[in-house]
Antibody, heavy 120, light 111 residues
Framework: QVHLVQSGAEVKKPGASVKVSCKASGYAFTGYYIHWVRQAPGQGLELMGWIDSSSGATNYAHSFQGRVTMTRDTSISTAYMELSRLKSDDTAVYYC?????????????WGQGTMVTVFS | DSVMTQTPLSLSVTPGQPASISCKSSRSLLHSDGTTYLYWYLQKPGQSPQLLIYEVSNRFSGVPDRFSGSGSGTDFTLKISRVEAEDVGVYYCMQSIEPWTFGQGTKLEIK
């Protein structure tokens, strides 16, 4: 079974950083990109960027450039998303998702989401 | 950037009746490789989103055939031929021509 399992909920103060992990299982981790999508409370979906799990190459959405860093550790099939200089409006559920582009395309597997609360 | 505009933002449907959601892009989603990268996702209450339709009209594995997608260029539609109770949630269209963007979502509820 293919899974993405994310780390647990976080509570952070404004100005701090948060690092969310996304552990893959059941497939060849380096064969796919991992994308990060966030959802503020009661709001829609917002793409933050992605990482090529094989090369480590990244592409960040304009609104997150300078504050987000996506990395991966292929030895443990885990991707990470770190967001710095947190603000209250970064309070959201953060999802990782596997992007497929072979035979079919799209986000076929999603993590369960990680709630990040920024609270002073 | 492609702005994705969904209509309606909410709809209430009687089980067994059809439903339709429109998604309009501010620019053509036809990629230079000939593929139109338009997707539909459903986020059921309390769950992560799930892929329904990829590349405009292809149902993802396991998606019931009551779901269908159509459209081209800038105008796209998701149709549910006969709504069931399990179809409740928020439907999002998404395009993947850089920069990737989601529609604002359409909430489907059952009457």
């Amino acid at each position: 079974q293919v899974h993405l399992v994310q780390s647990g909920a976080e509570v952070k103060k404004p100005g701090a950083s948060v690092k969310v992990s996304c552990k893959a299982s059941g497939y060849a981790f380096t064969g796919y990109y991992i994308h990060w999508v966030r959802q503020a409370p009661g709001q829609g979906l917002e793409l933050m960027g992605w990482i090529d799990s094989s090369s480590g190459a990244t592409n960040y959405a304009h609104s997150f450039q300078g504050r987000v860093t996506m990395t991966r550790d292929t030895s443990i099939s885990t991707a990470y998303m770190e967001l710095s200089r947190l603000k209250s409006d970064d309070t959201a559920v953060y999802y990782c998702a596997r992007y497929v582009n072979s035979g079919y395309s799209g986000y076929d597997i999603w993590g369960q989401g990680t709630m990040v609360t920024v609270f002073s | 950037d492609s702005v994705m505009t969904q209509t309606p933002l909410s709809l209430s449907v009687t089980p067994g009746q059809p439903a339709s959601i429109s998604c309009k892009s501010s620019r053509s989603l036809l990629h230079s490789d000939g593929t139109t990268y338009l997707y539909w996702y459903l986020q059921k209450p309390g769950q992560s989103p799930q892929l329904l339709i990829y590349e405009v009209s292809n149902r993802f594995s396991g998606v019931p055939d009551r779901f269908s997608g159509s459209g081209s260029g800038t105008d796209f539609t998701l149709k549910i031929s006969r709504v069931e109770a399990e179809d409740v949630g928020v439907y999002y269209c998404m395009q993947s021509i850089e920069p990737w963007t989601f529609g604002q979502g359409t909430k489907l509820e059952i009457k």
